[in-house]
């Protein structure tokens, strides 16, 4: 099984619906991020979680919003989708230790093609 | 905040060598990261360097210098599975800033 999930993979929808992406993980990970990325672009973070007390806003955070259920999961809404919220968007967990000596290496989940007309 | 700028396209032939470069503006660098994404998939870790010089994984190298600000990947052995975008990351204590990406063709 995949490390790390999203549901849905893929979904279209209309200007004005909320929108609930969800991310699972069996890492055992603290740290939970969600990023978007356009065409050309790189990834562009709009929430990252370092325990489920802990919530922050990542370089493009408006038009978002998360909820940190548990450790394991971590969802991304948008509470009311517009056209240019189209992207691909990928959840990433990573582990605390500094010491780990990887603090660099964040692990994908598969994404999700957004598409909203 | 971070900025980082990498080429947007690299080509090469099978068998060769590619260099990607990677320079980065930081506040609270720690260190560089690279990653692989081949089309439309989950981006994946290749390599992370915390300290200047060379991290050595298999085909692939990566080398960082904070006094200059820079970075790179070198590709070696260039086989056409390593035809993919690549990505620079800098990271700080508490996230990672991703680069544009590096659109890399090899060529049979």
């Known amino acids: 099984d995949a490390d790390v999930t999203q549901t849905p993979r893929n979904r279209i929808t209309k200007t004005g619906k909320r929108i609930m992406l969800e991310c699972s993980q069996t890492?055992?990970?603290?740290?939970m991020y969600w990023y978007r990325q356009d065409p050309g672009l790189g990834l562009r973070l709009i929430y990252y979680?370092?325990?489920?007390?802990?919530?922050n806003k990542g370089e493009i955070s408006d038009g978002y919003s998360v909820s940190r259920q548990a450790q394991a999961k971590f969802s991304l809404s948008l509470e009311s989708a517009i056209p240019n919220q189209t992207a691909l968007y990928f959840c990433?967990?990573?582990?605390?230790?500094?010491?780990?000596?990887?603090?660099?290496?964040?692990?994908f989940g598969p994404g999700t093609r957004l598409t909203v007309l | 905040g971070q900025s980082l700028e990498q080429p947007s396209e690299v080509t090469a032939v099978e068998g060769a060598i590619v260099q990607i470069n990677c320079t980065y503006q930081?506040?609270?660098?720690?260190?560089l990261s690279w990653y692989q994404q081949h089309d439309g998939g989950a981006p994946t870790f290749l390599s992370y360097?915390?300290?200047?010089g060379l991290e050595e994984t298999g085909r692939f190298s990566s080398f960082l210098s904070r006094s200059d600000s820079y970075g790179y990947l070198l590709l070696q052995e260039l086989q056409m599975k390593d035809s993919a975008s690549y990505f620079c990351?800098?990271?700080?204590?508490?996230?990672?800033?991703f680069g544009s990406g590096t659109q890399l063709t090899v060529l049979p």
């Open positions: 890492k055992g990970h603290d740290r």
């Open positions: 930081t506040s609270g660098f720690y260190g």
């Open positions: 979680s370092f325990d489920v007390k802990d919530i």
């Open positions: 990351a800098a990271g700080s204590a508490r996230q990672l800033t």
């Open positions: 360097n915390g300290l200047d």
């Open positions: 990433a967990t990573s582990d605390r230790s500094p010491t780990s000596g990887r603090l660099g290496e964040q692990f």
